[in-house]
């Protein structure tokens, strides 16, 4: 019985933790493009029926109407940008190889401007790194991002 309850627990604890993760990326998202003049970012949050994860590989969307130079067939304001991130809380595993292949493969089915992914640790703060388009030199699918700002432009 006791062996039972430490596996629910971990469980809730994950989820717990999963949900302040994706409060924070917005929490850090929207402070630092606060005194933006540019439009302003709308974020879509995927959640699970009982308010857990949901399955599929991003966590969170950032997305604003672009109102940059009109391609053919569209006027000013009709397309969107969008900004895919993934989220991980506490001791979460980093994303694999597959993870990157398949946010790659939803970038280039949505046309994402950019996938992020958002770490946050309690005491720690959130960090972003940004996916690569292919792995470079062995460095990995993520480089870590120092103005955030310059995304969200």
Known sequence: MRKSLEYKSR???AGYTA????TMAKVCIR?????????HWHFVSFCGPKGGES????????????????KDG??????????????KG??????????GTRLRAVARRHHAHAVLLAIWKK???????????????????????SDLNAVFR
């Open 11 to 13: 469980f809730e604890l």
């Open 19 to 22: 949900k302040w993760a994706v």
């Open 31 to 39: 402070q630092a493009i606060a005194q933006a003049q540019y439009p």
């Open 55 to 70: 399955r599929g590989v991003v966590d969170l969307i950032a997305i604003r109407k672009d109102h940059g130079a009109p």
């Open 74 to 87: 569209t006027k000013r304001g009709d397309p969107f940008q969008i900004i895919l991130l993934q989220v």
């Open 90 to 99: 506490g001791c979460a595993a980093k994303p694999n190889k597959e993870d």
């Open 123 to 145: 005491g720690k703060g959130t960090r972003f790194y940004s996916l690569r388009q292919r792995c470079i030199d062995g460095k990995g699918d993520w480089a870590e991002i």
